[in-house]
């Protein structure tokens, strides 16, 4: 039986880095492929260029992966994406060689950038919450009172 002179960890994350440069290829390929990749496209910020190929050793370069990027250690550091409710729509603006994105309630109101959007979703969503919040605490006193009802004996005439 003979010693390795790596650890198990270094052999597992070379095997690793084999079996990607096999599947990587093909998710970019089904990437460029997709049918909704021009709409996805807009709504990610733009990321830098990828740097060639590394070979294998490191997901770092070869993936396009910073090292902070494992999920879960920044989570503060940026605002989670932003969910329109039913009714908002997302309009593009060509200005010049640039495009811009704007943010339509359902009235009608536009909102310029991200920010302005968000708190008017988020006003939205807390005037709901409140709206759901009393109404559940209505029907919980409609069914106490419907049970104390049932419980009474019937009128005797």
Known sequence: ????????????LKALAAHSRDIVPALEELRRGAV??????????????????????????????????????????????????PGWQVQRLRRGKSTTRVFVDPEGRAYRNEAQAR??????????????????????????RGNVAARLPPPQS
């Open 1 to 12: 039986q003979g010693f390795s002179a790596n650890t198990a960890d270094e052999d597992a």
């Open 36 to 85: 909704d990749r021009e709409i996805l496209e807009g709504l990610i910020p733009d990321e830098p260029e990828c740097p060639a190929a590394s070979d294998g050793e490191s997901s770092v370069p070869e993936f396009c992966l910073s090292e902070a990027s494992s999920g879960g250690e920044d989570l503060d550091a940026r605002p989670p994406p932003l969910l329109l409710p």
């Open 119 to 144: 708190r008017a979703v988020d006003s939205f969503r807390r005037g709901a919450n409140v709206s759901a919040l009393l109404k559940q605490r209505f029907e919980a006193r409609l069914a106490a």
